[in-house]
T-cell receptor, first 110, second 115 residues
C-alpha cells in the first residue's frame, strides 16, 4: 500500500504558533497532496507537490517532500483559530487515485 | 470559485434499500471519483470514471455499487441493497487533469446512515 500516514495524530497549539505535521508513505508516487477537513465537512485541497519537487509554498503553508525517505511535512505558520481542522496527506501514484492517511487533528487555541 | 455539489447532504435509509447519491462535478472536468469515509476512519477510494466508463475501482466497489453519468452534468453513485456497513460519508470529486497538477476538487459529501 502507498497510503500516507500522518504524525502526530493530534496537535494543540496557541494562536500565532506554527504547526508542523508529517506524512510517510510506502511506494513511489507521482505527487503528494494535502487536504483539510473541518469537522463533518468536505475535503479542501490545500497544496500539491510533485515527486520531482522538494518544497512548495502557498500563503502560510509550506510543504516539503523527501522522496528518498518517502516523507513529507506540512507547516502552517502563524496559526489562526480558523486553522482548527483535520489535515490529511494523500499520495497519488501511477493509478491516479488518492491514498489517504488517517490525518492529524489540529486544534488552535485562542 | 467552481464547486462540486453533492445531494442530499444527509440520507437515512433502511437496510436493503437502494440509494442514489448525486454529484454535479465542475463543468469542464473530465475525471470523476467517489470516495467514502467511515466515521473515524480513513478516506477510501471507491471508483474513478473517465470517458463514460470506469477507469479504476477498489475492492470495496463490488456488484452492489454502480456509477453513472446520465447526462452532461450529473454523476451518480448507486448502492443497490444497502448494508449497515455502508454507513459513511461519501465524497464525490472531480479533476481536469487526473489530479496530476492541481489536485482534486471534492464535494461537501453525503452522510449516508443505514438503519
Amino acid at each position: 500500500s502507498q497510503q500516507g500516514e500522518e504524525d502526530p495524530q493530534a496537535l494543540s497549539i496557541q494562536e500565532g504558533e506554527n504547526a508542523t505535521m508529517n506524512c510517510s508513505y510506502k511506494t513511489s508516487i507521482n505527487n503528494l497532496q494535502w487536504y483539510r477537513q473541518n469537522s463533518g465537512r468536505g475535503l479542501v485541497h490545500l497544496i500539491l507537490i510533485r515527486s520531482n519537487e522538494r518544497e512548495k509554498h502557498s500563503g502560510r503553508l509550506r510543504v516539503t517532500l523527501d522522496t528518498s525517505k518517502k516523507s513529507s511535512s506540512l507547516l502552517i505558520t502563524a496559526s489562526r483559530a480558523a486553522d482548527t481542522a483535520s489535515y490529511f496527506c494523500a499520495t497519488d501514484g501511477s493509478d491516479y487515485k488518492l491514498s489517504f492517511g488517517a490525518g492529524t487533528t489540529v486544534t488552535v487555541r485562542a | 470559485e467552481p464547486e462540486v455539489t453533492q445531494t442530499p447532504s444527509h440520507q437515512v435509509t433502511q437496510m436493503g434499500q437502494e440509494v442514489i447519491l448525486r454529484c454535479v462535478p465542475i463543468s469542464n472536468h473530465l475525471y470523476f471519483y467517489w470516495y467514502r469515509q467511515i466515521l473515524g476512519q480513513k478516506v477510501e477510494f471507491l471508483v474513478s470514471f473517465y470517458n463514460n466508463e470506469i477507469s479504476e475501482k477498489s475492492e470495496i466497489f463490488d456488484d452492489q455499487f454502480s456509477v453513472e453519468r446520465p447526462d452532461g452534468s450529473n454523476f451518480t453513485l448507486k448502492i443497490r441493497s444497502t448494508k449497515l456497513e455502508d454507513s459513511a460519508m461519501y465524497f464525490c470529486a472531480s479533476s481536469d487533469d487526473a489530479g496530476t497538477a492541481y489536485g482534486y476538487t471534492f464535494g461537501s459529501g453525503t452522510r449516508l446512515t443505514v438503519v
